[in-house]
């Protein structure tokens, strides 16, 4: 019993953090447009907020910078995160948020994909069910029958489709990350992450027009959104660290879908969009999934009925042959 209540914790804490995790990337394209509507880019919004998120994680965990270690997987999760950033905000500022979100999330193929060749992580046939449900569910609340099927169809949707591919790719290096550099604390995983997506859209910022900078109090302004979402988005990522070094791959891409439905409830509550019966519908199949996805998990970590777990029994067995 004891043992059992123990799995149960053990396992949902890293998905209520993911889920958690992913309710704040729900809300964040509304402060994101606001920067925009202030005048600041796209990518500049992504090197600054990023650049802010960085800083915060090094100054708070400043005594675990001694514990990073030099790996050909930190560049490596740094370029991820960079594209995975970049397409989020540039995408979601200058497309249609909820369809170059279903560009983003679709990321369980790209997750299996990745963590097929780098993880070596089998795909079972439960694992690719629920991930054909989550993606149903998406699929049912965005679809439009007046926009088509969702193919990229401008530069915002070509960034979100991006963005979901980097998205997956730094979710499997950083499972890989912790367990290749165990020793690495999760928070300097999180400098990385903001630090790579700092550099790469800064570099991307020399191919984009620059307005002129927000003036007054609109410099102020501007300032203050930057440094808030950098706290914000620091401290979530550390949260959704915390989640994605204790659930498999590709069970955290579908729980990570629960944004979806956060965004359709904020584009309701701040942009007036009201979400129809297909959209519940389909909201009701990705938070389904994530919630038959953690009692998968948990039902076959969990010893079989009547059994009595004894580490040395396999030992004594041995020892009798």
């Not at 499997?172 to 992450?193: C, F, G, Q, Y």
């Amino acid at each position: 019993m004891n043992n059992g209540l123990r799995n149960s914790w053990s396992t949902g804490w890293p998905t209520l953090a993911i889920m958690l995790g992913a309710s704040v990337w729900g809300l964040i394209w509304y402060p994101l447009r606001m920067l925009a509507a202030l005048g600041v880019t796209g990518t500049a919004a992504s090197a600054l907020t990023s650049g802010a998120g960085c800083l915060f994680v090094l100054l708070l965990r400043r005594r675990a910078i001694a514990t990073v270690q030099w790996h050909w997987l930190l560049p490596a999760l740094a370029l991820a995160a960079g594209v995975t950033n970049l397409g989020f905000v540039w995408g979601s500022i200058h497309g249609e948020v909820m369809r170059v979100l279903l560009l983003f999330y679709l990321t369980p193929a790209w997750t299996a994909l990745f963590a097929h060749f780098i993880l070596h992580e089998r795909l079972t046939w439960s694992g690719a069910a629920l991930a054909a449900l989550s993606l149903a569910g998406a699929m049912m609340m965005l679809w439009s029958p007046q926009l088509g099927i969702p193919v990229p169809g401008n530069l915002a949707e070509w960034a979100g489709l991006a963005g979901g591919m980097g998205f997956a790719m730094s979710n499997v290096l950083i499972l890989k990350a912790s367990r290749v550099l165990p020793d690495m604390k999760p928070e300097m995983r999180t400098a990385t992450i903001f630090g790579g997506a700092a550099i790469f859209s800064s570099f991307a910022s020399f191919f984009e027009a620059m307005p002129a900078p927000p003036a007054g109090s609109h410099l102020a302004t501007a300032a203050l959104l930057v440094a808030g979402l950098g706290f914000v988005l620091g401290t979530n990522n550390m949260l959704v660290q915390y989640g994605l070094s204790r659930v498999p791959a590709n069970r955290a891409s579908i729980i990570m879908l629960f944004e979806i439905v956060i965004t359709a409830l904020s584009a309701w509550l701040f942009a007036g969009e009201t979400p129809g019966p297909r959209e519940w519908a389909g909201g009701a199949c990705i938070v389904l999934a994530s919630a038959l996805s953690s009692w998968v998990h948990r039902t076959k970590a969990r010893p079989p009925v009547g059994t009595h777990t004894d580490p040395d029994r396999k030992d004594r067995e041995r020892a009798m042959v």
